[in-house]
């Protein structure tokens, strides 16, 4: 299996902050990640696909950078709506697997 | 626009067999992966396995001897089985559309979540 490692796990930031959260994969897994978005009660919303690519609807301060085995995303001002957990998968394997989810609080 | 509607039991005791179904509207159901992602309270997302228009098939080996995913073309639906259930297995049921292609695999649609619980 590869294990995907993000981190922080939780993290607190105000309105306005630059946020990174970084997913780290047991092997590489070239492009093959994408991250989302949950809000309580919520299904997963796809932020971003292939390592960097932006899903249609997505605000562009959202972006992700990264490939083999470290991956970052960025959102570049943090916005009221923007307080949720986030969560890296990789699709590289047969097996796909999720990282253990970063939950983004306000201070 | 697509969207899933997914529904089935959400109260189920051990040992029972737990039996969802995803009914796909709005979309082409042919050229796409179709998967089940579970959430128990409190925790993270755990994928169960995928089929296509097909029926070709892929699960997760922690769940294979217990899981069964399958379609029904003519409906524009796929449903999962999953036996032998125990509280172990009680969490958040998603569909999810997988869109697959030569450098990218993601999941952009997904249904809104069954909740399952499995108690005595």
């Known amino acids: 299996d590869i294990q995907m490692t993000q981190s922080p796990s939780s993290l607190s930031a105000s309105v306005g902050d630059r946020v990174t959260i970084t997913c780290r994969a047991s092997q590489s897994i070239s492009s093959y990640l994408n991250w989302y978005q949950q809000k309580p009660g919520k299904a997963p919303k796809l932020l971003i696909y292939?390592?960097?690519s932006l899903q249609s609807g997505v605000p562009s301060r959202f972006s992700g950078s990264g490939s083999g085995t470290d991956f970052t995303l960025t959102i570049s001002s943090l916005q009221p709506e923007d307080f949720a957990s986030y969560y890296c998968?990789?699709?590289?394997?047969?097996?796909?697997?999720f990282g253990g989810g970063t939950e983004v609080e306000i201070k | 626009q697509v969207h899933l509607q997914q529904w089935g039991a959400g109260l189920l005791k051990p040992s029972e067999t737990l039996s969802l179904t995803c009914a796909v509207y709005g979309g082409s159901f042919s050229g796409y992966y179709w998967s089940w992602i579970r959430q128990p309270p409190g925790k993270g997302l755990e994928w169960i396995g995928e089929i296509n228009h097909s029926g070709s098939t892929n699960y997760n080996p922690s769940l294979k001897s217990r899981v069964t995913i399958s379609v029904d073309t003519s409906k524009n639906q796929f449903s999962l089985n999953l036996s032998s259930v125990t509280a172990a297995d009680t969490a958040v049921y998603h569909c999810a559309r997988e869109r697959r292609g030569y450098s990218y695999d993601y999941m952009d649609v997904w249904g809104k979540g069954t909740t399952v619980t499995v108690s005595s």
């Open positions: 292939a390592a960097s």
């Open positions: 998968q990789q699709t590289y394997s047969t097996l796909l697997t």
